[in-house]
C-alpha cells in the first residue's frame, strides 16, 4: 500500500496562511498578498536560497518569486517538490517564473518556459513574467558601464512578438497568467491596447523612499496588480548598485520611528506599508527570523492612517535599480529606459 505523506505542517511559531491577505487578479484567481523573492545576488547560493524556501514554506509563505536568471530554479524545484511531498496542494502555492532578456526571440520563449517549468518541477505555473522590456543580455556580476554588443531600445512589435508566444503559453494551460516587470507607463500603453491576453500582474520596483504614484495608479487603474520588488529598498545589493544618492529606507527617520512603536525591524515596516498600501512585496531574505517577522508584518498590527500618510511623504523618487547596464548606446543615461517625459526613448 502507498504510504500517504505526512501533511504539511505549520510551525509553531509560523503564521496561518488563511490569515495572509490575498489580491485578486482579472482573471478572478486570488494571489497571496506577500511572497518570498529569490534573488541571491552574488551572496548566496542556490542551496541557500532552496532551503529558505522550504523554511519559508513551513513558515508559511505560499508565493515564491522566481527567475531564470537567479540561477537557482533546479534547487529550488526540489524545494517545491519537497513541500509538495508534504502534503500542499500545489493548488496552495503560488509560483512566480520569468524570462530573461536574451529569450525574447519568439522561438526562445517555449523552451525556456519548459526549462524552468521542468527546474522548479512543476506541470504550470501561476504567474510568467518578461524580467525586461529590454532584449539586452548582460553576464552577471558586470560593471554598470558594460553594454551588449547588440543592444537594441524597446521595439514595441517585437516586444508584442514575445507577449504573444507567453499568450500561448496561457493557451495551452502551461501558466494561468502572464505579466510584466520594469515597465512604463508609455510601454503598458501599447501593450493593453495590443494584448489579447491582458497582463495580471507588472512587478516594478517600490519600496517607501521610491513609490512610483503614477505608474502605480496607472497599473491599478488598468486592474494590474503591482508587485513590489526591493521592498526593503535593497539594502545589502551589491556596490556596483549603489549610487551616493541612493535613499536608505530602513534609516529615514519615520520608518524608524513607527519600527520603535511597534517593537520591530525598520524593514518589516516597509513590508507592513507595501501589503497595506495595496502592492504585493516580496521580500527576500534567507534567514528564517527575517522571513518570518516580514510575513507577520503582513497579518498582525496595522499602521495607522496617520503612519501611512507620514510615509506618503517619505517618497524620494529613489530608484535603486537602474538598469544601467539594458542602455543601448553610447552617452545615454539610465533614465532613458524609464520613458520619463512619456515617450519610449529610442
Ligand atoms: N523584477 C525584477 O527586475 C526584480 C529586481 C530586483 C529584485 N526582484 C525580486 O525582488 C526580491 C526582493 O528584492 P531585493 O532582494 O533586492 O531587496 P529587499 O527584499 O528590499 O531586501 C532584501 C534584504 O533586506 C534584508 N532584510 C530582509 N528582511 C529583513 C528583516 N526582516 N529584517 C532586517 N533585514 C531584512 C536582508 O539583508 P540580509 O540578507 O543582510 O539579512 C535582505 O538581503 C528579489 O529577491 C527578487 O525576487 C525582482
Given at each position: 500500500?502507498?504510504?500517504m505523506?505526512?501533511?504539511?505542517?505549520?510551525?509553531?511559531?509560523?503564521?496561518d496562511?488563511a490569515l495572509?491577505?490575498?489580491?485578486t487578479?482579472?482573471?478572478?484567481?486570488r494571489?497571496p498578498a506577500i511572497?518570498l523573492?529569490?534573488?541571491g545576488?552574488?551572496?548566496?547560493?542556490s542551496?541557500q536560497?532552496a532551503?529558505?524556501?522550504l523554511?519559508?514554506?513551513?513558515?508559511g509563505?505560499r508565493?515564491?518569486?522566481?527567475?531564470k536568471?537567479?540561477?537557482?530554479?533546479?534547487?529550488?524545484?526540489?524545494?517545491?517538490?519537497?513541500?509538495q511531498?508534504?502534503?500542499?496542494a500545489?493548488?496552495?502555492m503560488?509560483?512566480?517564473?520569468?524570462?530573461?532578456?536574451d529569450?525574447?526571440?519568439?522561438?526562445?520563449v517555449?523552451p525556456t518556459?519548459?526549462?524552468?517549468?521542468?527546474?522548479l518541477?512543476?506541470?504550470?505555473l501561476?504567474?510568467y513574467?518578461i524580467?525586461?522590456p529590454f532584449?539586452?543580455?548582460?553576464?552577471?556580476g558586470?560593471d554598470v558601464?558594460?553594454r551588449a554588443?547588440?543592444?537594441?531600445?524597446?521595439?514595441?512589435?517585437?516586444?508584442m512578438?514575445t507577449?504573444?508566444?507567453?499568450?500561448?503559453l496561457?493557451d495551452?494551460?502551461?501558466?494561468?497568467?502572464?505579466g510584466?516587470s520594469?515597465?512604463t507607463?508609455a510601454?503598458?500603453k501599447l501593450?493593453l491596447?495590443?494584448a489579447r491576453?491582458?497582463?495580471a500582474?507588472?512587478?516594478?520596483?517600490?519600496?517607501?523612499?521610491?513609490?512610483?504614484?503614477?505608474l502605480?495608479?496607472f497599473v491599478?487603474d488598468?486592474?494590474?496588480?503591482?508587485?513590489g520588488?526591493?521592498?526593503?529598498?535593497?539594502?545589502?545589493?551589491?556596490d556596483?548598485?549603489?549610487?551616493e544618492d541612493?535613499?536608505?529606507d530602513i534609516?529615514?527617520?519615520?520608518?524608524?520611528a513607527i519600527a520603535?512603536?511597534?517593537?520591530?525591524?525598520?524593514a518589516t515596516?516597509?513590508?507592513?506599508w507595501?501589503?497595506?498600501r495595496?502592492?504585493?512585496?516580496i521580500?527576500?531574505?534567507?534567514?528564517?527570523?527575517?522571513?518570518?517577522?516580514?510575513?507577520r508584518?503582513?497579518?498582525?498590527?496595522?499602521?495607522t492612517?496617520?503612519?501611512?500618510?507620514?510615509?506618503a511623504g517619505?517618497?524620494?523618487?529613489s530608484?535603486l535599480?537602474k538598469?544601467?547596464?539594458?542602455?543601448?548606446?553610447?552617452g545615454?543615461?539610465?533614465?532613458?529606459?524609464?520613458d520619463?517625459?512619456?515617450?519610449i526613448?529610442?
Amino acid at each position: 500500500m502507498t504510504q500517504m505523506p505526512a501533511p504539511f505542517a505549520i510551525a509553531e511559531d509560523g503564521v496561518d496562511p488563511a490569515l495572509v491577505p490575498q489580491k485578486t487578479l482579472w482573471t478572478g484567481a486570488r494571489m497571496p498578498a506577500i511572497g518570498l523573492g529569490t534573488f541571491g545576488s552574488d551572496r548566496f547560493s542556490s542551496e541557500q536560497i532552496a532551503e529558505a524556501v522550504l523554511g519559508a514554506a513551513s513558515v508559511g509563505y505560499r508565493h515564491f518569486d522566481c527567475a531564470k536568471i537567479y540561477g537557482n530554479e533546479h534547487m529550488i524545484g526540489a524545494s517545491l517538490e519537497a513541500i509538495q511531498a508534504g502534503g500542499l496542494a500545489r493548488k496552495d502555492m503560488w509560483v512566480t517564473s520569468k524570462l530573461w532578456n536574451d529569450k525574447h526571440d519568439p522561438a526562445d520563449v517555449m523552451p525556456t518556459f519548459k526549462e524552468s517549468l521542468r527546474d522548479l518541477r512543476l506541470d504550470y505555473l501561476d504567474l510568467y513574467l518578461i524580467h525586461w522590456p529590454f532584449p539586452n543580455h548582460h553576464a552577471a556580476g558586470v560593471d554598470v558601464t558594460s553594454r551588449a554588443a547588440n543592444a537594441k531600445p524597446y521595439i514595441h512589435d517585437e516586444f508584442m512578438a514575445t507577449w504573444r508566444e507567453l499568450e500561448k503559453l496561457v493557451d495551452l494551460g502551461l501558466v494561468r497568467h502572464i505579466g510584466t516587470s520594469n515597465m512604463t507607463i508609455a510601454k503598458l500603453k501599447l501593450l493593453l491596447r495590443d494584448a489579447r491576453i491582458k497582463p495580471a500582474c507588472n512587478e516594478m520596483e517600490l519600496h517607501p523612499c521610491f513609490q512610483q504614484p503614477d505608474l502605480y495608479k496607472f497599473v491599478v487603474d488598468a486592474g494590474i496588480v503591482p508587485i513590489g520588488f526591493a521592498p526593503i529598498g535593497s539594502p545589502t545589493r551589491p556596490d556596483r548598485d549603489r549610487t551616493e544618492d541612493d535613499a536608505v529606507d530602513i534609516e529615514d527617520p519615520i520608518i524608524v520611528a513607527i519600527a520603535k512603536r511597534l517593537g520591530v525591524h525598520p524593514a518589516t515596516v516597509c513590508v507592513k506599508w507595501a501589503v497595506q498600501r495595496g502592492q504585493v512585496p516580496i521580500p527576500f531574505s534567507i534567514y528564517r527570523n527575517e522571513y518570518l517577522s516580514n510575513l507577520r508584518a503582513a497579518v498582525s498590527e496595522p499602521l495607522t492612517d496617520a503612519e501611512m500618510r507620514a510615509i506618503a511623504g517619505i517618497d524620494r523618487n529613489s530608484r535603486l535599480i537602474k538598469g544601467q547596464v539594458f542602455l543601448w548606446k553610447e552617452g545615454q543615461s539610465w533614465e532613458d529606459l524609464w520613458d520619463l517625459d512619456g515617450t519610449i526613448a529610442q
